[in-house]
């Protein structure tokens, strides 16, 4: 099967792009091949720092307690705040820094080790920890110690883990690859050559559709190929020979129930990790009541600092920033984007719910479903973006055609999230589970209601919490572009913040950041730590 | 009419990538108000062949005959105990015995009832609202054990129930379950029990079948003429005569 794929995968990417060499009539189109290249390179390379970097760190972390005291936290807040929305900033502040071409290359690396870095460090600080405590004392035991013990216990433990987070992380990287090569600052567009910015500049500036395609098919084979002809084969391999421990972490983590375990193949499970290492962290330090009042508390600070600016000269800044927010706006424009990310979110949870019951009763839908995540997943969806849109535009306002893409991409970002693991649990319900909502005839809706969703509920609730993560950065893409002289967008957060940006007001910015993290903190503290311990009362697993 | 259910040339063998031959033309027949126990080295296909009576899988070949009908899916009519209990976490220990009973068209209060009734004749009562999580192994066994029984099944199915508890819960539960079937006011009067203890099988049943390893075969019948209550003859002849007549069958098959 992997074979074929690859065989499969190969002649198409071939074929496109020898289309694109001869038949596009587009200037830059001959230069397709080594854009997609380009781009390849660069994310290759920042995925090798990532790696070094997440496993040096990673166990660092997981074994020294002040190492893992001080890096983890720091690293968990990092990854809470939505990257595209920071990213602008950070841009401008290299490029100031590193004038010209390679302040932007810079830029574009720092962006892509963010999106790819945190699985891989949470995946092996997280596998490091899984590792059960009676290996730690047979190793002790037997004088296992130093690199003795690094070869022997630590690394089989991580490697799996490992591999799955680099799945991932090359996923990401290429998800995020276009919004890192081509970024609209200030009136100004940054782009440096690769396929993202390819598709970003046949999409947005000199329209050519039929390029915009070709350059995102292209994404997708090198996407699907890589995946099948690298890691698919990796994560097989290992699979095979190594069974570590029985339970594999990320699978411990989609598990719902205690005794039950998965195969090590799959791969998304990962990321719940790293969502559940901060949840659980969040839940030791302080409380809900904490949180939302040192967020309001440092609202109303901002209002109150920029009364005093007249006193305390360094408070002006606050003040003018806080002169250019209309508060009115402000909430409403929140709530419009919290309703957008809820209505797809509520039909992403409905598609999975429906996908969960289907798994829990056919092995071949089982079978069937994991080959459609597999190229699915692999589609870098930010760069879908800019084409959908611009076709889109073709046939209907640009409002409406922003919505529907908006609609479209927040779907694509959160669906993966909580299909993958709602679909995973209900296929490894325990098999006497599934026997007694046979043997005592639950069908249908009683089906669903009594059996699959409470025993996939730790699944639904980590999968939701990722989907809505996945969301924020969407939403941030998603609601404002420029498109040849025109601006689009959306009554939203995202487009409030895009707007400053497009201002180069970073001040503004990083309010409109501060309130978006705090929205995403306090609906993990509010709506998902709940559920969590709803979920844990009942003797569940998360 | 004696017979209650009849198995005929059963065969089973499952594709898993290599072929496992689970069962090969096992036949028997189960009388009305009979104990019976199935024992086997593990391995040898008494789960799988529980699972064919209570139409929970089907076989390759031959059929399973309850009171004159094929079983072909599932029916209330015979329920099944699970070595592993197999409670819904989610449930309480009142919820796990009453859902079935909604499922299959009792009105909420006579579910309820019923439950109630059952959860307290496994001697649970103040235990409806708790959840499995926080029950020992023996009490959820009990849970399973009401669960099977509230639906008033005409052969209660019981899939090695107390391996996965200590012997002194176990010793209690056997003496529970004896009970249970010996009270002429219950309905459900025929047990068919899966084991690999040979004193326990002594000790519940009437007559006591025995399995070869894979592939699944009958290799010897006994029939239990220790008088009953059994408790009160453990340490009787005829009680170890019988130990002794089946290790001997089972080391056969063993060896064959």
Known sequence: ?542 | MTVILEVQNVSKTYRNGAEVKALENVSFIVNYDEFLCIIGPSGCGKSTLLRIIAGLDRPDSGKVIFKGKEITSPTPKITMVFQSFALLPWKTALENVELPLVVNGYTKDEARERAMKYLKMVHLDGFENVYPHDLSGGMKQRVGLARALALHPEILLLDEPFSSLDELTAKDLRILLLKIWSDPTLPTNNFIMITHNVEEAVMMADRIIVMSPRPGRIVGELKVNVPRPRFEHLRDKEFFEAVDKLLEMLSISEYK
């Open chain 1, 1 to 542: 099967m992997g074979r074929y794929i690859i065989l499969i995968s190969s002649v198409l990417l071939a074929l496109t792009l020898i289309y694109s060499y001869f038949f596009l009539s587009y200037s830059d189109a001959k230069m397709l091949a080594v854009y997609a290249l380009i781009s390849l390179g660069r994310i290759t390379i920042v995925f090798a720092i990532s790696l070094v970097f997440g496993v040096c760190v990673g166990v660092l972390a997981a074994l020294n307690k002040t190492a893992g005291r001080i890096i983890i936290p720091v690293f968990d807040i990092l990854q809470s705040v939505p990257i595209l929305g920071y990213f602008p900033i950070l841009l401008v502040a290299i490029i100031a820094a590193f004038p010209g071409y390679l302040g932007r290359e810079l830029a574009v690396w720092i962006l892509l080790f963010t999106a790819m870095e945190w699985s891989i460090f949470f995946g092996v600080v997280g596998s490091i920890r899984a590792i059960p405590p009676s290996v730690k004392e047979a190793a002790s035991t037997f004088n296992i110690r130093g690199y003795a013990y690094f070869k022997n216990v630590i690394l089989p433990a991580i490697i799996p883990a490992l591999i799955s987070a680099s799945t991932l992380a090359w996923n990401d990287g290429w998800t995020f690859d276009i919004a890192a090569e081509f970024v609209s600052y200030n009136g100004q567009s940054y782009a440096v050559p690769g396929i993202g910015s390819f598709i970003a500049n046949t999409s947005l500036v000199n329209t050519n559709l039929q390029a915009a395609w070709t350059g995102l098919l292209v994404i997708g084979e090198i996407v699907v190929l890589t995946n099948q002809a690298v890691w698919h084969r990796l994560a097989d391999r290992v699979s095979k020979h190594r069974p570590i421990f029985g339970v594999h972490i990320p699978e411990r983590i989609v598990h719902p129930l205690r005794t039950m375990r998965m195969p090590a193949r799959r791969i998304f499970g990962l990321k719940f990790r790293v969502e559940f290492l901060g949840l659980s962290r969040f839940r030791n330090s302080f409380s809900t009541k904490v949180v939302a009042s040192a967020f309001i508390l440092s609202l109303i600070g901002l209002v109150v600092a920029s009364d005093l600016s007249e006193l305390v000269p360094a408070f002006s800044i606050i003040s003018q920033t806080m002169a250019q927010v209309n508060i009115v706006e402000t909430i409403l424009f929140t709530l419009f984007t919290l309703g957008r990310l809820f209505v797809v979110y509520i039909f992403a949870l409905f598609v999975s719910l429906m996908a969960a019951l289907a798994a829990s009763r056919s092995k071949r839908f089982r079978k069937i479903f994991y080959t459609i995540y597999d190229t699915g997943r692999a589609i870098p969806y930010l760069a879908l973006f800019p084409p959908l849109f611009a076709t889109l535009l073709q046939v209907m306002p640009g409002e409406l055609g922003l919505e529907v893409s908006s609609f479209f991409l927040i779907f694509m970002g959160m669906i993966w999230y909580i299909i993958y693991n709602v679909v995973t649990a209900a296929s490894y319900l325990p098999e006497e589970l599934k026997e007694v909502s046979e043997l005592f005839g639950f069908r249908g809706f009683r089906r669903l209601r009594d059996i699959v969703i409470p025993s996939t509920l730790p699944a639904i609730v980590t999968g939701s919490i990722l989907a809505w993560g996945g969301g924020w950065n969407v939403i941030i893409y998603s609601e404002y572009v420029t498109q040849g002289n025109n601006v689009y967008s959306l009554p939203g957060l995202g487009s409030l913040l895009d707007n400053a940006a497009a201002a180069g007001n970073s001040y503004l910015v990083i309010f409109y950041l501060f309130i978006m993290s705090g929205i995403v903190i306090l609906l993990g503290r509010l709506v998902w730590r709940r559920l969590i311990e709803r979920v844990e009362r009942r003797g569940l697993e998360i």
